[in-house]
């Protein structure tokens, strides 16, 4: 009877085969239903032939290029578990910083009410609310498919009494009589020319529905800048993840459109990635 392979071998064999151990030690943690922690102090425990042909199936999709996230159905934001698949994009380091500025705002506010919208995965307004216990929130998207992904997250994460998700094509369906302290989006955004320039792990994967902004990559912040303060309180704030050529255009509309006190933000790597406007 031949051995069973351990938890190390796995791993050393599906990098030989061209993944990095990182992908490979969260491939592994997914098929064996465990931590991925745990696998650090069981590298000698031994994996049964299902697990291992389970795992193999990972290791292929990993090889054809699909990112990790959808093939462990799973991101880490803001220090949350996320479930993801291909109706929602995978969560950015770049949106967890939004997030981080809009928290600040947030928690100098009395029971705030906050809208996301194209909230996909729900990550921003279920991190959001996780930082702020006595908010509550409206998610939007136009994505009955994203929706059910941000319903699964919001209870998940202990804040689904305090969320409610919404179909619609931006504000089309929501009642007009909202009012929102909070209003938050990282909009579709890539022109039709940068399209054909993504990754192919972006392009091949995730939702061009909630990548393209149209042929400028303007038209929901076009769109947002004429709706969203007729849902903002009186002294409500607008925040937009941007594209990094995008601070200038963006920072425009929102002037055009009677917004005040406009300010851009850089992300980590010295690039506009957010903007805040008062209403």
Same mark, same amino acid.
């Given at each position: 009877?031949?051995?069973?392979?351990?938890?190390?071998?796995? *791993?050393?064999?599906?990098?030989s085969?061209?993944?990095?151990?990182?992908?490979?030690?969260?491939?592994?943690?997914?098929? /064996?239903?465990?931590?991925?922690?745990?696998?650090?102090?069981?590298?000698?425990?031994?994996?049964?032939?299902?697990?291992?042909?389970?795992?193999?199936?990972l290791?292929?999709?990993? /090889?054809?290029?699909?990112?990790?996230?959808?093939?462990?159905?799973?991101?880490?934001? =803001?220090?949350?578990?996320?479930?993801?698949?291909?109706?929602?994009?995978?969560?950015?380091?770049?949106?967890?910083?939004?997030?981080?500025?809009?928290?600040?705002?947030?928690?100098?506010?009395?029971?705030?009410?906050?809208?996301?919208?194209?909230?996909?995965?729900?990550?921003?307004v279920?991190?959001?609310l996780?930082?702020?216990?006595?908010?509550?929130?409206?998610?939007?998207?136009?994505?009955?498919?994203?929706?059910?992904v941000?319903?699964?997250?919001?209870?998940?994460?202990?804040?689904?009494?305090?969320?409610?998700?919404?179909?619609s094509?931006?504000?089309?369906?929501?009642?007009?009589?909202?009012?929102?302290? *909070? *209003?938050?989006?990282?909009?579709?955004?890539?022109?039709?020319?940068?399209?054909?320039?993504?990754?192919?792990?972006?392009?091949?994967?995730?939702?061009?529905?909630a990548?393209?902004?149209?042929?400028?990559?303007?038209?929901?912040?076009?769109?947002?800048a004429?709706?969203?303060?007729?849902?903002?309180?009186?002294?409500?704030?607008?925040?937009?993840?941007?594209?990094?050529?995008?601070?200038?255009?963006?920072?425009?509309?929102?002037?055009?459109?009677?917004?005040?006190?406009?300010? *851009?933000?850089?992300?980590?790597?010295?690039?506009?990635? =957010?903007?805040?406007?008062?209403?």
């Amino acid at each position: 009877m031949s051995e069973q392979t351990t938890v190390r071998q796995a *791993i050393q064999n599906a990098v030989s085969r061209g993944i990095t151990q990182k992908d490979a030690r969260y491939a592994l943690a997914h098929a /064996l239903n465990l931590p991925v922690n745990h696998l650090k102090i069981t590298p000698d425990a031994p994996i049964t032939a299902d697990q291992l042909r389970a795992f193999d199936q990972l290791v292929s999709r990993l /090889l054809a290029g699909e990112p990790l996230a959808y093939v462990i159905n799973h991101s880490d934001f =803001m220090g949350l578990d996320f479930y993801i698949n291909t109706h929602t994009l995978i969560p950015r380091n770049e949106t967890e910083q939004l997030v981080e500025w809009v928290t600040e705002h947030l928690n100098t506010m009395a029971s705030p009410r906050v809208l996301d919208m194209c909230t996909g995965s729900g990550c921003i307004v279920v991190s959001l609310l996780h930082a702020e216990p006595t908010a509550q929130g409206v998610g939007v998207d136009i994505s009955e498919q994203a929706l059910a992904v941000a319903t699964r997250n919001a209870n998940s994460n202990g804040v689904g009494e305090r969320v409610r998700f919404v179909c619609s094509d931006l504000f089309a369906a929501l009642d007009p009589g909202l009012r929102f302290d *909070i *209003i938050v989006s990282n909009p579709p955004y890539i022109p039709t020319h940068e399209m054909q320039e993504l990754e192919p792990s972006v392009a091949e994967h995730e939702p061009h529905l909630a990548l393209h902004g149209g042929d400028s990559g303007l038209d929901f912040y076009e769109a947002i800048a004429k709706q969203a303060h007729n849902y903002l309180t009186e002294h409500g704030v607008l925040f937009l993840e941007i594209g990094y050529n995008q601070g200038l255009a963006v920072k425009a509309l929102l002037e055009q459109n009677g917004y005040q006190h406009v300010q *851009i933000e850089k992300d980590y790597f010295g690039h506009d990635r =957010m903007v805040l406007a008062h209403r």
